[in-house]
């Protein structure tokens, strides 16, 4: 099991940008899929996206294509969500997540963060 910590929430201004990062540990994470989901009060988490261990390829969800990108650094265990061109439907409590399985079914991760609240107002 891996224990994953996101900091950098917080409230931005619609068109700001904003940087997530998740510190890892208990797993040898450069061999780990890791990826960022999100989640609105009364609707089920939703993936934004997914990095192989390696870092040579990323999938993101249709509607966060072109605006955020998943970094990570395997020689500190962190990986990061750089989100730009904010809208107010990018409001959510964001996880980092970890481990698991992506396949044609997606990702599933068994891992997850504790999330931060991302607020984009209008």
């Known amino acids: 099991q891996v224990h994953l910590v996101e900091a950098g929430g917080g409230l931005v201004q619609s068109g700001g940008s904003l940087r997530l990062s998740c510190a890892a540990s208990?797993?040898?994470?450069?061999?780990?899929?890791m990826g960022w989901f999100r989640q609105i009060p009364g609707k089920e988490r939703e993936f934004v996206g997914v990095?192989?261990?390696?870092?040579?390829?990323?999938y993101y969800q249709d509607s966060v294509k072109g605006r955020f990108t998943i970094s990570r650094d395997n020689a500190k265990n962190t990986l990061s969500l750089e989100m730009n061109s904010l809208k107010p439907e990018d409001t959510a409590v964001y996880y980092c997540a970890g481990g698991g399985k992506f396949d044609n079914d997606g990702y599933a991760p068994t891992d997850w963060g504790q999330g931060t609240q991302v607020t984009v107002s209008s």
């Open positions: 990095m192989s261990g390696s870092g040579t390829w990323t």
């Open positions: 208990g797993r040898t994470f450069s061999t780990t899929f």
